[in-house]
């Protein structure tokens, strides 16, 4: 069976391999990439059949790169394939802030990461197909456990010489038209040699693959008042703080402040269960969610607008001396990149509201990117479907093997422009689970139908993956209780293996169901805070 990013590196290359041919093809030797200049882009004709770029060096990027180097070599073809970074290691979202690095704004960090930042699933549920985690590993590991596993899977399969770390890319123009044509890419690296500016690379590319994450660029809503609450003077007491939760590291910080948090996501629960015990915490909860069970904090209606020294409610309640306000509001969808000014292949229009798989450009209106086939391929009539596609675009799913269930349709399969829509109900939000897991299940299910992989009469999503999931919630408060008893080192003893992994979580879910209900226990009164970290 492929794994997800296997398929979504399959699809890829067979788009790659069958829908764009041009007549020549360009190539820079691959170690290292050269500066050619800073005006002219390097159009070296070479041995390579294909040369493709991927931006992005998480769980997308990574999966992209595998699946299709190995279409490459089942095919026995020279295909050029590098991988751009910008930051100093992979792992993408799982990547910590550099060393003594405090982010502060406006300079975006280089992640959301936090100390005490854990997985809400149980790691085998997560993992690129037949790739575990090594032995021993915690169920619900850190951050510092999710970067290595990348680092591992690059290793593992020999992908760091195609990875250029510390490489931004500035600017993808595509210079053609719907049926032909090229990628003209700039990067920057750090300064060589003492001198004070960054190299510039100037290269031609056949296909662009982006996997550069949508964690990123902060969605900051607007209030009236904002700038005069935060200028307010407030002698003896510290500066207020109106900060995204990508700016938030640990709660000691918040200790003894009145705090406001927008939003009850995974990052707003996290804020409130842990700076919750040590202030007065407020948690803005929109109509039809709920506030975060288990945590101590005031529930709220939606903000109004600030006041020099409160903030105001839309049911007319005032809290005032509020020192810090956190938006757990999420982040906006954008690929500077691709957008103008650097290149003109995206448009930003925050007020678009298309959704139809013919639109003339292809568009991101913060919320989602239109139109793309299978959240993957641009159907945008300017460029070749197959010369430009996106991995890890759908939201609420395990990114590693979604991701890797993208890279076949890329590599393999291609995405007619005529009558190929995608539902977007939310965007990219895939809606449940299940929803989520039929998403990757349907694109094996077309390469098979298409000869591009073996039809093996099962579904790509195994069995155990669903039930893990599905079973989330009871599986982690075993876990707890395991912890707890500090039993972790016996329950992990002897797992090894994918399916050694898969029995553990039946195993602890049984074994925490049969306790549940030996102790009358529903779980529509388990607090949240069993439920996370």
């Given at each position: 069976m492929f794994s997800v990013p296997v398929l979504v590196a399959q699809v890829v290359s067979t788009a790659l391999n069958l829908a764009l041919a041009p007549s020549r093809h360009f190539f820079a030797p691959q170690a290292p990439l050269q500066d050619y200049g800073h005006n002219d882009f390097l159009n070296q004709p070479s041995e390579a059949s294909k040369s493709i770029a991927i931006v992005g060096g998480g769980s997308g990027g990574l999966a992209a790169l595998k699946t299709i180097l190995d279409v490459a070599n089942d095919i026995n073809e020279n295909w050029e394939v590098v991988l751009f970074e910008q930051h100093r290691g992979l792992g993408g979202v799982w990547l910590p802030d550099p060393p003594g690095y405090e982010p502060e704004p406006p300079e975006l960090p280089e992640s959301p990461t936090y100390p005490l930042l854990h997985v809400n699933t149980p790691h085998p549920t997560m993992t690129y197909p037949h790739i575990p985690f090594p032995p021993g590993t915690n169920l619900y590991p850190g951050w510092d456990a999710m970067r290595r596993y990348h680092e591992d899977f690059a290793t593992q399969f020999d992908l760091w010489p195609h990875v250029k770390l510390n490489h931004t890319v500035v600017s993808t123009q595509w210079h053609g038209h719907g049926d032909f044509g090229d990628w003209h890419v700039e990067v920057h690296s750090p300064p060589v040699d003492g001198s004070p500016e960054d190299v510039v690379l100037k290269r031609t590319f056949d296909h662009l693959v982006i996997a550069n994450g949508h964690n990123h660029y902060p969605h900051v809503p607007e209030w009236?008042?904002?700038?005069?609450?935060?200028?307010?003077?407030?002698?003896?007491?510290?500066?207020?703080?109106?900060?995204?939760?990508?700016?938030?590291?640990?709660?000691?910080?918040?200790?003894?402040?009145?705090?406001?948090?927008?939003?009850?996501?995974?990052?707003?629960?996290?804020?409130?269960?842990?700076?919750?015990?040590?202030?007065?915490?407020?948690?803005?909860?929109?109509?039809?969610?709920?506030?975060?069970?288990?945590?101590?904090?005031?529930?709220?209606?939606?903000?109004?607008?600030?006041?020099?020294?409160?903030?105001?409610?839309?049911?007319?309640?005032?809290?005032?001396?509020?020192?810090?306000?956190?938006?757990?509001?999420?982040?906006?969808?954008?690929?500077?990149?691709?957008?103008?000014?650097?290149?003109?292949?995206?448009?930003?229009?925050?007020?678009?509201?298309?959704?139809s798989s013919t639109a003339q450009q292809l568009t991101s209106n913060l919320r989602y990117i239109y139109p793309l086939y299978q959240?993957?391929?641009?159907?945008?009539?300017?460029?070749?479907?197959?010369?430009?596609?996106?991995?890890?675009?759908?939201?609420?799913?395990?990114?590693?093997?979604?991701?890797?269930?993208?890279?076949?349709?890329?590599?393999?399969?291609?995405?007619?422009?005529?009558?190929?829509?995608?539902?977007?109900?939310?965007?990219h939000r895939l809606q449940n689970d299940n929803e989520a897991q039929t998403y990757q299940d349907n694109l094996v299910e077309y390469l098979k139908k298409q000869g591009a992989v073996p039809d093996d009469g099962k579904p790509y999503v195994e069995g155990w993956r669903r039930k893990g999931r599905e079973h989330n919630f009871l599986i982690l408060r075993g876990w707890k209780r395991i912890q707890a008893q500090g039993e972790e080192a016996r329950w992990l003893r002897g797992v090894r293996t994918e399916n050694q992994w898969a029995a553990l979580l039946d195993k602890i879910a049984e074994w925490q169901s049969r306790w549940e209900e030996d102790h009358g226990i529903s779980e529509e009164v388990v607090p949240l805070r069993d439920y996370e970290w």
């Open positions: 009236n008042g904002t700038d005069d609450w935060l200028a307010y003077p407030r002698p003896g007491l510290p500066e207020r703080q109106l900060l995204h939760s990508i700016y938030y590291r640990e709660p000691e910080s918040y200790r003894n402040q009145t705090v406001v948090i927008v939003g009850t996501g995974a990052s707003g629960r996290d804020i409130a269960l842990q700076v919750g015990p040590l202030a007065t915490v407020y948690q803005v909860v929109r109509e039809g969610k709920e506030t975060t069970p288990g945590a101590d904090v005031i529930e709220m209606p939606e903000i109004a607008y600030f006041t020099p020294d409160a903030v105001v409610f839309v049911d007319g309640s005032i809290v005032e001396g509020v020192d810090t306000v956190f938006l757990a509001t999420g982040y906006d969808f954008r690929v500077p990149f691709l957008s103008a000014p650097h290149a003109t292949t995206l448009v930003t229009d925050p007020d678009a509201q298309e959704t959240h993957m391929f641009s159907l945008a009539p300017s460029v070749p479907p197959t010369a430009l596609a996106f991995v890890g675009l759908p939201v609420l799913i395990a990114n590693c093997p979604s991701d890797y269930a993208q890279g076949p349709p890329r590599a393999r399969g291609g995405a007619p422009r005529e009558g190929a829509s995608t539902p977007y109900f939310v965007g």
